[in-house]
DNA sequence: TAACCCATGTAACCTGTTACATGATTAA
DNA sequence: TTAATCATGTAACAGGTTACATGGGTTA
């Protein structure tokens, strides 16, 4: 469900191919939802027959061909429409919480390098939306409507990293790491 | 995968019938994981298929027959050896984000009501884990070893639902709700 | 008498992951 | 010559959601 009105939020912007979407797709912290190229193909065939996305065909010379995707009116209202409803908090889910929860059963010497290697990928998230964030310049009232909006999705990330480092520092802090 | 793990994680402290498992994966913020009860009863079949986890019927007078599932040998080496492998951080996915990263297409007032109502659920959210957190009382040195792990996994909820409540205020004052 | 608790399941469907498959162009 | 980029897909499987199905005992 949320993959399609992801597809649907990008092409707002501007058309893709289904190829591009991949790309922004792709990785954890590029873009605020990710999906393999597999998933996005199945679901870029779903919504054109649902007609919430149109196709153009574009032969191209020293590259493959290539299908460009564009959000149709009724794709838009499908999106409006699902926008105006509350979206329920997911739960947390993070396998590191199981491996805590029974702790005691392992050593706290691996239990203290899981946590470390963790900690290193969030500062690592961090940074990239921190870095990202700044290429928005301290003007925040000088930006358009869409790129504050883009602004406010990178908060979310700070936020999240942020804490997810703090309760890494707490962990390695309680196992004597 | 990591449901099944889960549910080895909760037999580690005390056999389980399919039903108490289910109650206790109900909920978003009660346990560190959650499934539905048929994704539970599903799982537990592949489990005992696997010798991980050993089976007894037990009969009852005024309440209907039930299997507690318990941790075998095999099982607790199978934990432990996931365990100690490495959690890579898993994306955000959080649908607010899509609807935010596009929030020019709907009306202000629209997004400030389904950003208010996250919330509340936050914040009702934090409350839970600051009561569960409060009951191991402030003396954390004389709690056993499993106690004072399970804490580990409460502070994790309160970093993230501290760190989503901020997010969401942030958005309510930029959109001058 | 209605709703809830206990207790277990099946079936269909959707979402996400892993593996397989192809093939030209371009940069190191 | 090796790897990366562009560009599209199929197939099998695992994980998660929704709906359906049953039925006794307890509490309001």
Chains 1, 2 share one sequence.
Not at 96 to 115: M, P, Q, W, Y
Not at 156 to 167: Q, V
């Amino acid at each position: 469900m949320a993959l399609s009105y992801a597809i649907l939020a990008a092409l707002v912007e501007r058309p893709h191919s289904g190829y591009e979407l991949a790309k922004r797709f792709d990785s954890p912290v590029e873009f605020v939802w990710s999906a393999s190229h597999q998933q996005i193909y199945r679901e870029l065939t779903k919504l054109e027959g649902q007609g919430y996305v149109g196709v153009e065909h574009i032969q191209q010379d020293s590259r493959p061909n290539k299908k460009l995707y564009s959000l149709t009116d009724a794709g838009k209202a499908a999106l409006q429409a699902w926008m105006v409803d509350a979206s329920p908090a997911s739960p947390i889910k993070d396998e590191l919480l199981i491996k805590l929860l029974v702790g005691h059963i392992v050593s706290r010497e691996a239990l203290i390098s899981i946590v470390r290697q963790r900690y290193r990928q969030h500062r690592t998230h961090l940074d990239l939306y921190q870095t990202k964030a700044q290429q928005y310049g301290p003007a925040f009232s000088a930006l358009s409507d869409a790129e504050k909006f883009h602004y406010m999705t990178l908060r979310a990330g700070i936020h999240h990293e942020t804490a997810r480092l703090a309760w890494c520092e707490d962990v390695i802090r309680f196992l004597g790491g």
